[in-house]
């Protein structure tokens, strides 16, 4: 059962090789083919959890290792969503290397089997729109540090003619401003879902656990950091460096928390 | 026999001062400086980049101080700094390393784009010049043959030209790194030389949309934006308050209400401010804010162009503003209502050209 998400993970290890070989080169019909590599391994590895699901014995989306593919596998179809208007490949190595771990790594682990408390539609919602959340504010991060490289090289004056097509500033800043139109409201409403399985299972909407204490001040931070963006007080490099802290604190707030504790 | 070289380029002497030794016939200047006892042989370097004297001489002391004065004198038609105060701003090389900087010029190592390969055609030409002239003998001859050979060698032997690379290649991979598309954006290019109209060449085959070309002496500006589609302006301009109205004025007929794509009722606050009026005061009240904001900003440029002698002193800024205001809304009313661009364009033009009669004549430039 797990043989669609070796063949996503190989698709996607592909992907990044031929993404990585189209830049250094630069060969434009390599990046090309990088994309529609990544977008096939977006297709099998849709197949891969239409097919999971389908068994009577569902890995849990609650399990770490899983949401983590599943935020991968929503972070390419976000990217692939962006490139149909914008010219992106320098997205396409890192976001294709960490589609292809997370996807191996979760076929790897074969996600435990969902308990009965964490098989319900709120645990889905929950997992399925904060990490639909996270994927995008993962690429507004990713286009924040691109965005900030990209900036400084500029302002050295040492490399005018690319070697490698990195994309535009302003194309950089247009990834920000779209994953935070989506990212946030996806991520708020995951915090929200997430309080109300909670309340589901415990009586409570907040128990005060390290996850969910990190969460909510990882929340606040970005409601301020959006808020300080579109009421006009960030310029595009200040909203570069917010996504990326942003993104750095989020993260931490998901996966640091689990291993700090 | 010496060579002696006095020069400036872009990194001794900033461009304001580089320009007032640009231009001018070079063989008449050139026979003059060797009507100069202490000059044998002389060929003059002039890009936009640097201007620089070459000369031999048997009193290489008594040549610096000639080639001082006549640079002050000469090359700046008399309006050019001193010549202690070029001292600053220049540099001098004698004998070996003189030639050397020949051999780095025609190499196009000493270039601000290096590599590029425009510097050894400007240099082929002083040669070509001077030998005209009849005031290159065989030291500067063979100084030049030996810098071109050099230079041959150097792009064949080094990696340094191994891609096409000139200001303008330079200015259009700046503007890539920085912008997705050229489509939607204007340029304002300054001066209107030949590295000008290579950038302007490279930035239209890149679809840039909009060009503006500001030159010193205006009409040699319109020769180049009649050929490029562009918009023509003197250096005061870029500046100036009435410029910036005047220019606030065709941004918002081109930028704003020709912009079907995101405005397609064209100017979408009239009608917001009518029909919010009842309904959604709050809304209405940012948007006559909106309003305020813009009038106040024509006022604000309007006052500062007649503080600046630019509007002649009768005119009564607080009533132009209300004119200018009116009209645009106005202009911006018709066009949503027959959707006619030639009517915009009579009815901005129409303003723009009463702007034009409210300017002090008696100003210079």
């Known amino acids: 059962v797990y043989s669609l998400q070796y063949i996503a993970a190989g698709l996607y290890l592909a992907a990044g090789l031929a993404a990585v070989l189209g830049l250094a080169l630069p060969a434009p019909a390599v990046l090309r083919g990088a994309r529609i590599g990544l977008a096939l391994g977006a297709v099998a590895q849709t197949a891969a959890f239409a097919t999971l699901h389908r068994l009577e014995s569902a890995p849990s989306l609650t399990d770490l290792g899983h949401a983590i593919a599943i935020m991968a596998w929503l972070g390419v179809l976000f990217l692939l969503f962006l490139s149909l208007r914008l010219r992106l490949p320098g997205f396409v190595p890192p976001i294709a290397f960490i589609a292809f771990l997370a996807t191996f790594g979760a076929a790897l682990g074969h996600a435990e089997i969902a308990a009965d408390d964490a098989s319900g539609s709120l645990a889905h919602a929950h997992v399925l729109l904060a990490s639909a959340g996270l994927a995008a504010l993962g690429v507004a991060g990713l286009a924040g540090l691109f965005f900030l490289l990209e900036h400084r090289t500029l302002k050295r004056r040492r490399r005018v003619a690319r070697r490698i097509p990195l994309p535009s500033l302003e194309a950089l800043d247009r990834v920000n401003r779209v994953a935070l139109v989506l990212g946030f409201p996806l991520l708020s409403l995951g915090v929200l879902t997430g309080g109300l399985w909670l309340d589901a299972r415990t009586g409570e909407i907040f128990t005060g656990s390290l996850h969910e204490t990190w969460m909510l001040i990882a929340w606040l931070i970005y409601a301020g950091l959006v808020a300080m963006r579109f009421a006009g007080h960030q310029g595009a490099r200040q909203a570069a460096a917010s996504a990326l802290v942003g993104f750095a604190f989020l993260l931490f707030a998901v996966v640091g928390v689990g291993l700090v504790s | ?365």
Do not use: W
């Not at chain 2, 180049?224 to 005061?236: E, I, M, N, P, V």
């Not at chain 2, 005047?246 to 009518?274: A, H």
């Open chain 2, 1 to 365: 026999v010496k060579v002696v070289l006095l020069g400036m380029n872009h990194r001794t002497a900033p461009v304001d001062v580089r320009e007032l030794f640009a231009g001018g016939e070079t063989q008449p200047l050139l026979r003059k400086l060797i009507d100069r006892p202490e000059i044998a042989e002389a060929a003059l370097i002039s890009t936009c980049n640097r201007v620089e004297l070459v000369v031999t001489t048997d009193k290489p002391d008594a040549a610096r101080h000639v080639l001082y004065e006549f640079f002050s004198r000469e090359l700046a038609g008399g309006s050019g700094p001193s010549a202690a105060a070029l001292e600053d701003m220049t540099y001098l090389y004698k004998e070996r390393d003189a030639v050397e900087h020949v051999f780095r010029v025609a190499s196009s190592i000493d270039s601000m784009v290096v590599g590029e390969p425009q510097i050894l055609g400007q240099v082929k030409d002083a040669y070509r010049e001077a030998a005209e002239a009849g005031v290159c003998g065989a030291v500067l001859s063979r100084l030049f043959q030996r810098a071109f050979a050099t230079a041959k060698r150097v792009k064949n032997e080094t990696g340094i030209a191994q891609r096409p690379v000139s200001v303008a290649r330079v200015a259009v991979d700046l503007a890539k790194q920085i912008f997705e598309t050229l489509d939607d954006k204007s340029a304002l290019l300054i001066g209107a030389g030949e590295m000008v109209e290579a950038s302007l060449v490279a930035l239209h085959d890149h679809g840039l949309g909009a060009r503006r070309i500001a030159n010193r002496t205006p009409a040699h500006a319109e020769s180049l934006a009649r050929r490029f589609a562009g918009t023509a302006h003197g250096l005061d301009e870029i500046d100036s308050p009435t410029g910036k109205l005047q220019r606030f004025l065709e941004n918002y007929r081109d930028r704003y209400l020709k912009d079907r794509e995101n405005f397609p009722g064209g100017c979408i606050f009239v009608t917001f401010s009518v029909e919010l009026d009842d309904q959604r005061p709050h809304l209405c009240k940012e948007v006559n804010k909106g309003f305020v904001g813009v009038k106040g900003m024509l006022n604000r440029l309007l006052d500062e162009g007649k503080a600046a002698g630019e509007l002649r002193d009768e005119v009564d800024t607080s009533a132009i503003t209300e004119m200018l205001f009116a009209g645009m809304l106005g202009a911006s009313v018709i066009y949503g209502v027959g959707k006619s661009p030639e009517s915009l364009d009579h009815s901005t033009n129409a303003l723009i050209d009463y702007l034009e009669q409210l300017k002090n004549k008696d100003k210079p430039g």
